[in-house]
């Protein structure tokens, strides 16, 4: 089955990457988190963008300039995804003091507060 994807992918990149840099040092964010921030693009279904928001964040941040905290982001169950780097990824966070438990992170501790956010937080956006 084919998935639509933004027209303007580099624009919708560029995106993610500018919210990914407002993440601070000792905080995560999830890429659905991420995809609820910005807005649906022209063109795509709403729904359509609730199911597929978060592999776009996915594959923008798999293609992020080397000065995106990339490592910031993990999934929606708190852990980092499985992928080369992984453990990497992991290393930075605990570096900058974010404890794993049961190769899981807490959100409502180390979740981005939506009052630090740039914008208004989507409806529902919670940690």
Same mark, same amino acid.
Request: hydrophobic fraction near 30%; aromatic fraction near 10%.
């Given at each position: ?15 993610? *990457?500018?919210? %990914? ?7 995560? +964010?999830?890429? $659905?988190?991420?995809? #609820? ?32 905290? *990339?490592?910031? %982001? ?7 995804? +499985?992928?080369? $780097?992984?453990?990497? #990824? ?38």
């Amino acid at each position: 089955m084919q998935y639509p994807s933004p027209q303007d992918q580099r624009l919708y990149h560029e995106q993610v *990457w500018k919210l %990914v840099r407002q993440v601070p040092y000792g905080k995560v +964010t999830t890429y $659905g988190q991420l995809a #609820q921030m910005i807005d649906c693009p022209p063109g795509i279904d709403e729904n359509d963008y609730d199911m597929l928001g978060s592999r776009w964040v996915g594959t923008a941040m798999s293609a992020c300039p080397n000065d995106v905290p *990339w490592h910031r %982001v993990i999934n929606s169950k708190g852990k980092v995804s +499985t992928r080369p $780097g992984a453990q990497s #990824q992991q290393q930075r966070l605990e570096k900058e003091g974010i404890v794993f438990a049961h190769d899981r992170i807490n959100l409502t501790i180390y979740g981005w507060p939506v009052e630090e956010r740039t914008g208004a937080p989507a409806q529902g956006d919670l940690f």
